[in-house]
């Protein structure tokens, strides 16, 4: 037999396909496209030293960032889509082992990712030619590049073998990332500052991948103050990927069946409804009051549990704040931590409503089960507005928690350009989570997976807004370079307005055009089956000839 034949076959149509071709010149163009802009700068370009550094320190920092991201994104829901299918059981009729599917699954969902990253190399090659960066800097960032890749791969493979549910999936393995990437240098700082230590423990070092990245420039592996843990990391990283991919040909064989609910099990799944909705005579009162405003509104909102995470991801920023301001009461009340921490939650609350928004309807869409629900007699604009009621109740309060919070950084300065920036960040912040609901209930209607659709949405509405701008800039400081013009010099003011005009025109053209396409379409494309594409070109279904009339013979 073949040795890995899932490996073989994966690596032969991947060869064979076009996105494989075109994604790794889509990253290399990303890649060079932040490099020009940097290099447009003109407090930086001037000086060649200072080019090459900010030129390959921006290239390294989006590197790792993709490879971590990514690489988790892209293998976290390979395995649960089998058995969520059905599909699982039968790879295991064959004679494939766990280490064969697993493998494969790998290769399959991350030949992309893997080489777009090599497809950024070159353009991080390019500080070598301008200067300021040694070759051993280089080569330290290629090694520690693909071996965050591989680890984050690793744990997006970890976590879709343990998880039947895409969700959960994905959730885990950005946990995991972020407390690897960033968890584990922060509790080393907190920890010595606890013990009034100059230096991080290794036992917080080494396994972060964001700390083998830091170490991998001079400024700190050759620095004689400060102990490197470049090598150990890189090691012990590398070692944590080959044990999340043995737990996960481990695990895989024994996790594909249906398996009946245990008592522990009941127990368990008791105790979360109990956190959810206190009691049963609560959640009989709840089910009632939701049934008599909307059925689909009850529909989306049973599971009590999905606002408990939103208000405890706003407790552990809480807390986080609370610790800061009681052991560094002075530093902490600065413009850095308030911009940050608005940042922070923003980009989380879009895209977690994102990703809700569109789950109903893809899962329904899949199952079928939108399609009997179109056969009662409630009507579309019933079903969208027991969608928002839902988003509504959900993320409410802590959107409103998130723009007192932001309104207190308001009011801690007294700079006008301030003021205008928080009043814009938070008009955006509510208009985008708007259109977004929007958006993505339309996208999850015609989607395959929650993924695509959530990716979909943020594309349009997060990442479109932020290209236009800076295009704008970018052509602004060309012409301040060839022409003489003066269109380079913004004032800030100015910036803020031309950013949230550009946010606010995308969100009304994104948000009305998803508005028409639900109440005018919704109806067809909840009954249709998805299409299958050949060479690009949609499949028409299959239909049946009309009979030919029989021909009659004259008299």
């Known amino acids: 037999m073949t040795f890995l034949p899932v490996v073989e076959r994966e690596l032969r149509v991947g060869a064979r396909l076009s996105s494989t071709h075109w994604g790794r010149l ?36 989006v590197a790792n960032l993709y490879g971590l991201l990514m ?11 089998e058995k969520r299918e059905g599909t699982l059981g039968l790879l295991f ?22 080489y777009g990253m090599l497809g950024i190399f070159p353009i991080l090659a390019i500080s070598l030619l301008v200067g300021g960066v040694t070759g051993g800097e280089f080569w330290r960032m290629v090694l520690v590049s693909i071996n965050n890749l591989l680890f984050s791969m690793a744990v997006g493979m970890f976590c879709s073998a343990i998880s039947r549910d895409e969700r959960k999936a994905i959730t885990l393995g950005v946990l995991l990332m972020i407390f690897f990437a960033g968890g584990l240098p922060l509790l080393g700082a907190f920890y010595g500052a606890w013990t009034d230590s100059k230096t991080i423990s290794p036992i917080f070092a080494i396994f972060s991948p964001g700390w083998a990245t830091a170490n991998a420039f001079d400024g700190l592996f050759s620095d004689p103050t400060h102990i490197n843990y470049f090598y150990a990391s890189v090691c012990a990283i590398h070692l944590l990927t080959w044990l999340f991919l043995f737990l996960s040909c ?8 249906d398996k009946p609910n245990s008592a522990a099990s009941l127990r368990r799944g008791s105790i979360w409804e109990r956190l959810g909705f206190v009691s049963r005579a609560s959640r009989e009162a709840l ?47 600065n413009t850095t931590a308030y911009f940050w921490t608005a940042v922070i939650t923003a980009v989380v609350l879009k895209f977690w409503v994102a990703g809700e928004a569109c789950r109903r309807f893809c899962l329904d869409r899949q199952s079928g089960a939108l399609e009997l629900l179109l ?24 959107v409103a928690v998130v723009i007192f919070a932001d309104l207190v950084f308001l009011m801690s300065e007294n700079e006008s350009d301030w003021t205008l920036t928080c009043v814009a960040w938070i008009s955006m912040l509510v208009a985008d989570l708007i259109t977004l609901s929007w958006v993505s209930m339309w996208l999850g209607l015609n989607s395959r997976s929650t993924t695509r659709a959530t990716t979909a949405s943020i594309i349009r509405i997060l990442f479109l807004p932020w290209l236009a701008f800076m295009a704008l ?46 109440h005018s379409e919704f109806r067809l494309v909840a009954t249709q089956r998805f299409e299958k594409r050949t060479l690009g070109k949609r499949v028409a279904p299959a239909t049946l000839p009309s009979p030919a009339l029989p021909a009659t013979q004259p008299l």
Do not use: H
């Open 26 to 61: 889509a990253a290399a163009l990303a890649a060079l496209a932040i490099g020009g802009w940097i290099m447009l700068i003109p407090a930086i370009r001037n000086t060649p030293g200072l080019l090459g550094a900010w030129l390959f320190g921006t290239t390294a920092v």
């Open 71 to 81: 690489g988790v994104l892209r293998t976290a829901d390979c395995l649960s889509e």
């Open 93 to 114: 009729l064959t004679d494939l082992k766990g280490y064969d599917i697993v493998l494969g699954k790998l290769v399959a969902t991350s030949l992309n990712t893997f």
């Open 250 to 257: 481990t695990i895989v064989p024994r996790t594909w069946q």
């Open 287 to 333: 089910r009632d009051r939701l049934l008599e405003v909307n059925p689909f509104y009850w529909l989306t909102s049973r599971e009590g549990t999905k606002s408990l995470f939103v208000w405890a991801f706003l407790a552990v920023i809480g807390l986080f704040w609370a610790f800061g301001l009681a052991y560094y009461p002075t530093d902490w009340k």
């Open 375 to 398: 056969s009662t007699p409630l009507s579309v604009r019933e079903i969208l507005q027991g969608q928002l009621m839902s988003l509504r109740r959900q993320f409410a309060g802590p």
């Open 473 to 518: 800039l970018t052509l602004a400081a060309i012409s301040s370079i060839f022409a003489q013009a003066n269109l380079g010099r913004f004032e800030p003011k100015l910036m803020i307005c031309l950013w949230i005009l550009f946010g606010f025109v995308n969100n009304v053209i994104f948000g009305l055009w998803a508005a028409g396409k639900l």
